[in-house]
T-cell receptor
Framework: GAGVSQSPSNKVTEKGKDVELRCDPI?????LYWYRQSLGQGLEFLIY????????KSGLPSDRFSAERTGGSVSTLTIQRTQQEDSAVYLC?????????????FGEGSWLTVV | GENVEQHPSTLSVQEGDSAVIKCTYS??????FPWYKQELGKGPQLIID?????GEKKDQRIAVTLNKTAKHFSLHITETQPEDSAVYFC??????????FGTGTRLQVFP
């Protein structure tokens, strides 16, 4: 596609349920990033992938959060046993290749509400 | 540690005036500094970026300056318009690949 695509765009889930959020990066982009943005707040780094490996997953808030990327393309962020504090927008971004100054493009986000 | 500070947190200007947002970064190895504009309910949109081998870059009403010695970079918007109203984020690449964001500036342009 032309841009970074995220699904679902909106998700309401009950506390304790698991959720999966999907990111389709721009075709050919090898680096992929996940960020979390709480209402009215900044962008909190979660994890990034270079190809299928995750050199830095230091931002994942707890072991309930995990992410994977297969085929160097689609990535899934999974939140297990969701809590109300997980409610936020989850943003995905992609970048063409590791190197100096390559542009990073964002999707529109997945809005997660835990009730 | 990795850190990007951004000021001010809110900025109100009259239409036609200039707006300046400032950021500082901690990682001296950072070499790429993008700026994003985020409108309500949307993802961040890249508006301009600068690389460490350049001191200034301009694109119509928007300009960015970089002082590597002081580890400062700034966004300048001239002739502001109401549609410039949004939240602006600065960012810096650290450790080659990781993009760290500032805390954001809410810009309001009054007609």
């Amino acid at each position: 596609g032309a841009g970074v695509s995220q699904s679902p765009s909106n998700k309401v889930t009950e506390k304790g349920k698991d959720v999966e959020l999907r990111c389709d990066p721009i075709s050919g982009h090898t680096a992929l990033y996940w960020y979390r943005q709480s209402l009215g707040q900044g962008l909190e780094f979660l994890i990034y992938f270079q190809g299928n490996s995750a050199p830095d997953k230091s931002g994942l808030p707890s072991d309930r959060f995990s992410a994977e990327r297969t085929g160097g393309s689609v990535s899934t962020l999974t939140i297990q046993r969701t809590q109300q504090e997980d409610s936020a927008v989850y943003l995905c971004a992609s970048r063409s290749y590791r190197g100096f100054g390559n542009t990073i493009y964002f999707g529109e986000g997945s809005w997660l509400t835990v009730v | 540690g990795e850190n990007v500070e951004q000021h001010p947190s809110t900025l109100s200007v009259q239409e036609g005036d200039s707006a300046v947002i400032k950021c500082t970064y901690s990682d001296s190895a950072s070499n790429y500094f993008p700026w994003y504009k985020q409108e309500l309910g949307k993802g961040p949109q890249l508006i301009i970026d600068i690389r460490s081998n350049v001191g200034e870059k301009k694109d119509q009403r928007i300009a960015v300056t970089l002082n590597k010695t002081a580890k400062h970079f700034s966004l300048h918007i001239t002739e502001t318009q109401p549609e410039d109203s949004a939240v602006y984020f600065c960012a810096a690449i650290v450790n080659t690949d990781k993009l760290i964001f500032g805390t954001g500036t809410r810009l309001q342009v009054f007609p």
